[in-house]
């Protein structure tokens, strides 16, 4: 069974950096590709960016330079840090992976956790 | 970046109606096209892939079609529990994955 679950602070200061966890468990970060895709509250879903199977990464163009995404294959985690935090990146993040490396849509999603920026 | 443009933003139906969400892409996607419901503070569900193709375990009322860059999801005969958002995703742009604005289906 897949299970993605993410973790990190509820409540970050405007001009910080954020830190986001996802532990996963029931498939192999080195098979697998997994994405960030955040949702601010009462709004769409904006695909972040993801680390491949192999290690590598890309990102959404329009957030790429505050943006990085790694690995601890060795505890099944994948990690963002993104900094320069505003108000409009308080939303709910979630990572979410495919059953296959190369799938372009997303069968497993972890339940979320939402970041507030704010003072 | 291919824009997903999906209507309508909001739809009322009744118990067994069958209702017909929308997509339409900026340019031809060539069905790398996903379906996507959420439940309120619920993560987002795969319904549909590759445009027409059921994901495992999705009731068969669901469905979708289209081509190039007009797309629709259609449910079938709705259930009470089909009260959620559903999304749109494109992914023939790969990586720059985008989404529709959704569209929020309620009870009439």
């Known amino acids: 069974q897949v299970q993605l679950k993410e973790s990190g602070p509820g409540l970050v200061q405007p001009s910080q950096t954020l830190s986001l966890t996802c532990t996963v468990s029931?498939?192999?970060?080195?098979?697998?590709?997994v994405s960030w895709i955040r949702q601010p509250p009462g709004k769409g879903l904006e695909w972040m960016g993801v680390?491949?199977?192999?290690?590598?990464?890309d990102y959404n163009s329009a957030i790429k330079s505050r943006l990085s995404i790694s690995r601890d294959t060795s505890k099944s985690q994948v990690f963002l840090k993104m900094n320069s935090l505003q108000t409009e990146d308080t939303a709910m993040y979630f990572c979410?992976?495919?059953?296959?490396?190369?799938?372009?849509?997303?069968?497993?999603w972890g339940q979320g956790t939402l970041v507030t920026v704010s003072s | 970046d291919i824009q997903m443009t999906q209507s309508p933003a909001s739809l009322s139906a009744s118990l067994g109606e069958t209702v017909t969400i929308e997509c339409r892409a900026s340019?031809?996607?060539?069905?790398?096209l996903a379906w996507y419901q959420q439940k309120p503070g619920k993560s987002p569900q795969l319904l549909i892939y590759?445009?027409?193709s059921l994901h495992t375990g999705v009731p068969s009322r669901f469905s979708g079609s289209g081509s190039g860059t007009q797309y629709s999801l259609k449910i079938n005969s709705l259930q009470s529990e089909d009260v959620a958002s559903y999304f749109c995703?494109?992914?023939?742009?790969?990586?720059?994955?985008?989404f529709g604005a959704g569209t929020k289906l309620e009870l009439k």
């Open positions: 979410a992976s495919g059953t296959r490396v190369y799938d372009g849509w997303f069968a497993y």
């Open positions: 029931g498939l192999s970060l080195t098979s697998n590709s």
């Open positions: 680390i491949w199977s192999n290690g590598g990464t």
């Open positions: 340019e031809d996607i060539y069905n790398g």
């Open positions: 590759n445009a027409n």
């Open positions: 995703q494109q992914y023939y742009d790969y990586p720059m994955y985008t």
